[in-house]
């Protein structure tokens, strides 16, 4: 039981404090259930600090904490048929009916959220925390723009605390790991971690990036209370206020109409703009709620049943390496291939060197394999009981697999990396990551010609890039004198591009293209960057203490002097040329704007724009902010543009003021 309680516990930091979970929902709630049943066995040994006496996570440093007003607490949940049907008659058999109106709702995969409206105003926002204290994520939450700030209707409660669930929208939860992996950033694992990282920033205009949404399913406090007496009476309210709801909600009364409804869910899941991972049945009356009660954790009158991601089982074949742009050693199974979740599978990840070790993962087992909205499908169980005694285990090398140098165990991570700057694996994805076309831009150098010349010992370190001839071109593969031209050309034209492609290009660790664009404004050399301090990096705006001091270390690498000295002797540029000597008019010259809404082209494009003519664009409005460029639906930056008397202009005040 210690053991199960010190597991259970970590897998509770690791999914609420970090949104890194490295075990399913089934697999922490298998583990939670043997708790349970053990302290239901064994009462004398159950502890106070359980983690089945708790709701949620801790609170966070550096966010206030704030008293939930009446305690927010989870639902008990299950993934058996037979116990929603034992569930319906607990409650039948305490009220002494047979027939029981209850609601049923699509169970959103996102992270809990309370919000505060007072005389209909907004007023705050606080996570769950531990159910009974939260953090207080107000400038988070307003950048929703989804949420009214301001209730709507003639029946606006003077006091309204509700609930709900802050998620990421598939689509757009895809287009923004599209825009992560094209600037140089990690994709999230699935939607619901991305969210939970959005809403833990310290920093709004970071959460302002990210694609969130909103919808309500509960009232935690209502005045005047008689407004409402029910819950479907309750979403005929947060209709009229403006507030968000379920489009979807199944009724019953019987325990077959419940699972009848619950299938209906099931079917059409696949609809909705989000990810939903269950069904939530809920009592419609509050009398008949009352009359239920709670446990210390959850209330009696609702259950969560939860869908089982969809699994299958194949063999694996084989435990291979792959190498990162930074030198992260993964282990990646090669399957059997197999059709799950919409696609034919071959390959899943395996995370890292604990988890192959935590799961007992061997070559040649039959494994399950999972994808419920991760980027690549998991490995998420062992058949052991299908081992003939022919599997091996993997051992992790002690050697990189790709140039042969000693590996090292990041000691602030779980993590094995690959520290040799020359290893090919790694400069294959420097490469590929320097020439692409949110960095350098360099036409023609994607992954098959940097694979080749790689190979041929054309390129053995990035600067080489530029000493590359026609000539040396024509021996490779499928080249032929006009193609190699153009390479050619293109890698001498990416010899002018502006600081920030170079900085973001050069692939230093925990800096995005956004960030390199400001570090490029504020110090507008290579040579300016190379010889600042931590203290002054942190303050340009969106440079934290860990950026800081990876730029710090990257630039103390003896190796990034030799390549920086290199590149600067065959001509690429190191100083933002556009920030000494301007080229063309510069009408905006001197301005400073924010752009917000939607408009008839991609954000990067007006800011492109803006900065051409000698403006400058930052994430948030403030005094210094001269003009904010607003689109369609342009939410609290417009609110807070208006309240500090901001010009406010949309497109075709943009393009009078460039004088086109």
Wanted: proline content about 4%; aromatic content about 6%.
């Amino acid at each position: 039981m210690k053991q199960l309680r010190q597991e259970i516990e970590k897998h509770n930091r690791l999914y609420y404090d970090q949104a890194e979970p490295v075990v399913s929902d089934r697999e922490y709630d298998a583990l939670y259930r043997e708790l349970i049943d053990l302290e239901t066995a064994h009462p004398e040994l159950r502890t106070s600090d359980s983690p089945t006496n708790r709701v949620g996570s801790k609170p966070l440093e550096g966010f206030t904490q704030v008293r939930h007003r009446t305690p927010m607490l989870s639902l008990d949940n299950t993934y058996s048929p037979e116990e929603v049907t034992a569930f319906f008659q607990r409650i039948a058999k305490t009220l002494g009916r047979e027939r029981i109106p209850m609601l049923i709702e699509p169970k959103i995969d996102g992270v809990a959220v309370a919000l505060f409206y007072r005389q209909g105003e907004f007023e705050h926002a606080i996570t769950r925390g531990d159910g009974t204290v939260g953090d207080d994520i107000t400038g988070n939450i307003r950048t929703i723009q989804s949420l009214p700030l301001e209730l709507r209707g003639d029946r606006v409660p003077e006091e309204l605390e509700v609930r709900g669930e802050v998620f990421m929208p598939r689509e757009a939860f895809g287009q923004l790991n599209e825009w992560r992996e094209a600037n140089g950033e990690s994709a999230f694992k699935n939607a619901r971690n991305a969210t939970a990282g959005s809403l833990k920033q310290l920093d709004p205009r970071i959460t302002a990036r990210r694609p969130l949404d909103c919808i309500i399913h509960s009232a935690g406090y209502l005045s005047p209370s008689r407004m409402v007496g029910a819950q479907s009476e309750l979403f005929e309210l947060l209709d009229g206020l403006g507030l968000h709801r379920s489009e979807k909600v199944w009724r019953a009364e019987t325990a077959d109409e419940l699972w009848e409804a619950i299938e209906a869910l099931d079917r059409t899941r696949g609809d909705f703009a989000y990810e939903t991972d269950g069904a939530v049945i809920k009592v419609d009356e509050f009398a008949l709620r009352e009359e239920l009660g709670f446990t210390s954790k959850a209330p009696r009158w609702a259950m969560a049943y939860k869908f089982a991601a969809e699994r299958v089982t194949t063999r694996l074949l084989e435990i291979v390496i792959q190498v990162g742009r930074t030198g992260v050693l993964t282990p990646v199974a090669n399957l059997e291939p197999v059709f799950v979740a919409g696609t034919t599978v071959s390959r899943a990840t395996l995370h890292n060197e604990e988890e192959l070790r935590r799961k007992d993962i061997r070559i040649g087992d039959q494994v399950i394999i999972e994808k419920a909205g991760e980027i690549i499908p998991a490995v998420v169980e062992v058949l052991q009981a299908a081992r003939t005694g022919q599997e091996t285990v993997f051992h992790f090398p002690e050697t990189c697999p790709s140039c042969g140098s000693h590996v090292v165990r990041d000691p602030e991570q779980v993590a094995i990396r690959c520290v040799n700057i020359d290893c090919p694996a790694q400069l294959k994805r420097r490469l590929e990551h320097y020439a692409s076309r949110a960095a350098m831009d360099i036409d023609g150098l994607g992954e098959s010609m940097v694979d080749q010349l790689v190979a041929a010992k054309l390129v053995r370190k990035l600067s080489d890039l530029y000493r590359l001839e026609i000539s040396h071109l024509l021996s490779l593969e499928r080249m032929g004198k006009k193609s190699a031209e153009n390479l050619i050309n293109g890698i001498a034209a990416s010899k002018d591009r502006p600081l920030w492609r170079l900085l973001f290009g050069l692939g230093i660790l925990h800096v995005g293209a956004s960030a390199a664009r400001k570090l490029a404004a504020h110090y507008g050399s290579i040579g300016n960057l190379r010889d600042t301090d931590i203290e002054s990096l942190v303050e340009v705006d969106d440079v934290g203490t860990v950026m800081a001091q990876s730029i710090r270390d990257y630039f103390d690498l003896p190796e990034t002097q030799r390549l920086l000295e290199e590149l600067e002797a065959l001509g690429v540029s190191m100083e933002d040329e556009a920030r000494e000597t301007p080229a063309g008019p510069q009408p905006l010259a001197g301005t400073t704007w924010v752009i917000t809404g939607s408009l008839s082209a991609p954000r990067d494009l007006f800011a492109e724009r803006i900065r051409a003519a000698g403006g400058t664009v930052s994430s948030s409005v403030s005094k210094k902010t001269s003009y904010l460029l607003a689109g369609e639906a342009a939410g609290s930056k417009l609110e807070k543009a208006q309240k500090l008397n901001v010009p406010v202009i949309d497109e075709a005040g943009l393009t009078n003021l460039l004088g086109n």
